[in-house]
């Protein structure tokens, strides 16, 4: 009983909540029809209004049934039916110089072709999960167009009031009194929704002003003597509309009449009314998502759309779209369910059916207010409040892709805009630096411990070895930048050999940056240095090769630390004449610990081993039980990551040492050891060194201090790499 109770109550909620939101619902309607119904199509606005209430009774209820927000309310939207009106507007302007007496017909086809294209390609996006895509507009392109639309709206505004275009040439006839007076009732209106808006959040706000400004429009008919037919006539009324019967676009006389020949020149009005149906789809989805804390699923949002627009294409209406401020009404006035929308698409019906001589009970300048409102919204959000948030080169594009769109048209804008929008992007782009950072092989090593003597070779000579490890993606202006960087560093490093590129952090590359790297490669070639490419991906690697810039003079390494070993290698082979010959193990303790005695007498403590390449020394997590001098070979750290996964942090050469912190701390081997080459190693065991501190406390110190001055240089190489990493 309780649970019907509370169904019944809720479904009551949803109902209370559908029928409060159709007020709003049924003033859009009307408002977009006589937008769209002007000029040539006045004497069918009633068609207009019962197309409009279709479209919202077909893609309302469709939405309600199948959005993945359950509250969600469809219908012709404020920024589509000015571009929809713009459309229309050229189809008649054809018509009209073609002497055709047939209007009605032909724009029904041109709005249901647009309709119905639109629709397919929302079904497009969302059954391939491509909607995520009209994302990476650049925001100019977006604002711009939005910007323009609520200007359009404003002037179509006026021409609702005044039954006359404005332009530039005929400003003059809106000083006339009568029309002054009616544009500033419509004036009053939006400024009133634009005050009690702003100070509450309230969803009975937008249509109790609709509804107060309707009943003072009456009582001051009614007050000053006036007839209705009188205020109709003065046109402060809409005319009584006769009844309109709906029929289908689609019959052979409305085919034959339409301008076929004027397709393209609707064509870019059909590609922004597409445009700005997506834009406007992920605009308001968001919107309702942060207003009701409600995930929606965007891609099954569009496939629905797209489906209720193909519907609704068929029957000759006009494209819809989900409706931020109708959903979150009828969320805010307590609905939970899809009644709520039902319950709009099911007044819409109502409305359609009704005799339409109830326009004339309608004042212009209420409709009219309400477009004021809503265009000039636009116009403050994406024209003059988008300057706090843009770079100033930014918010210049966007005002010139929306004066573009007010002067020539969106056939303009739509190319012209999206030109402006990415050269503004690709010079943003390319102010971003394509050098994530810079080292030289003094300062940045690879993993390899090498031992003091080799350690002196690459402070003294490790300049010869240069790093940059770019990011972002790599364009014909960045890789400018960067090849004046190469030609500075050139400069100022004469003896460099080698010059490393990581492109871990590069996201792609074009072509024409293949035309920098080959300016590189050529100033290098003059100095005798060599390239070193690493961390290619397949991509990248196939546009060096299609560009033929990757030959067998330069080197593909898989990793940065593989490389930088590789040269340092070289570097270290070609300075080595300049020192003596490798010391043997007495000769490198002697000169460790600073006395000849004290080697002697660890070379004696300690036990000599030979392990052959992939042997294991010592396991991760056992008991740290001994530390290793290496003689000759080479021994790699490595960790267990988990899941059977191992990884290889740090790789010792010779005359270095391993295990020592275990040895002192006595703590368990945090990695394991393992041999990498053929190998000479020297071991000291816990039980030699616990014998040297007590027999011999000199060496003993001079062991540990040998310890402290290998972690010390450890740690000042780590500081380095870090303040590399920093720049």
Known sequence: MKLSQFSLRSGLTDVFAGTICSVLSIAYCLSYAALIFTGPLDRYLSYGISVSFLSALIAGAIVALRSSLTFAVAGPDSSISVVIAAMVA????????????????????????????????????????????????????????????????????????????????????????GVLEKLAAGAVVAIALHVLLRRSKSPFVLPGVLLAAFLVAHIVVFASGWTLAAAQTSGWMFNPQPGAKLTLPWNLTAIHTFPWAALPSIAGDVLAVMFVTISTLLLNTTGIEIATRVEANIERDLKVLGIANMVTAAFGGYVSCTSLSRSILVRTAGATSRLAGLTVAAISAAVLIADPSFLGYVPKYVLAGLLFYLGSDLVYQWLLHSSRRLLPLEYLSLIAIAA???????????????????????????????????????????????GPRELLLLGKHGHQIQGISLQSYLFFGSANRLYQYIKVMLARQPDCRFVIFDFRLVTGIDSSATHSFTQIKQAMGTRDARIILVNLSPELEKVFRTARFITDDMTVAPDLDHALEACEQ??????????????????????????????????????????????VIAWQGEAATSMHFILEGRIGIIVDVGEGRTMRVRSLGRHTTIGEMGLITHRPRSATIQAEAPSVLYELTAGAYEKLKLEQPALSQALLGYIVSVMAERLSFANRVVGVLQR
């Open 404 to 450: 573009l769109i007010i002067y020539s048209g969106f056939i303009a804008g739509v190319l012209i805009g999206i030109v402006i929008g990415c050269a503004t992007f690709a010079l943003s782009a390319s102010r971003v630096n394509a050098i994530k950072f810079a080292f030289d092989g003094s300062e940045f090593r690879s993993s390899l411990d090498r």
């Open 570 to 615: 070289k570097v270290i082979e070609e300075n080595v004449a300049d020192t003596a010959d490798e010391p043997s193990l007495r000769a490198w303790l002697a000169e460790a610990l600073g006395a000849t005695d004290h080697a002697d007498r660890l070379a004696e403590a300690c036990r000599r081993l030979e392990v052959r390449g992939g042997d």
């Open 90 to 177: 050229t189809v008649m302007q054809r018509l009209v110089a073609s002497g055709s007496a047939d209007a009605l017909g032909p724009a029904l086809i041109a709005m249901s072709l647009a309709t119905a294209v639109t629709g397919l390609l929302l079904c497009v996006l969302g059954f391939t999960n491509a909607a995520r895509a009209i994302r990476f507009l650049p925001y100019p392109v977006i604002g711009g167009f939005l910007g323009a639309t609520g200007w359009l709206m404003v002037t179509g505004a006026m021409q609702v009031v005044s039954d006359r275009k404005p332009t530039l040439f005929n400003l003059g006839t809106f000083a006339d009194a």
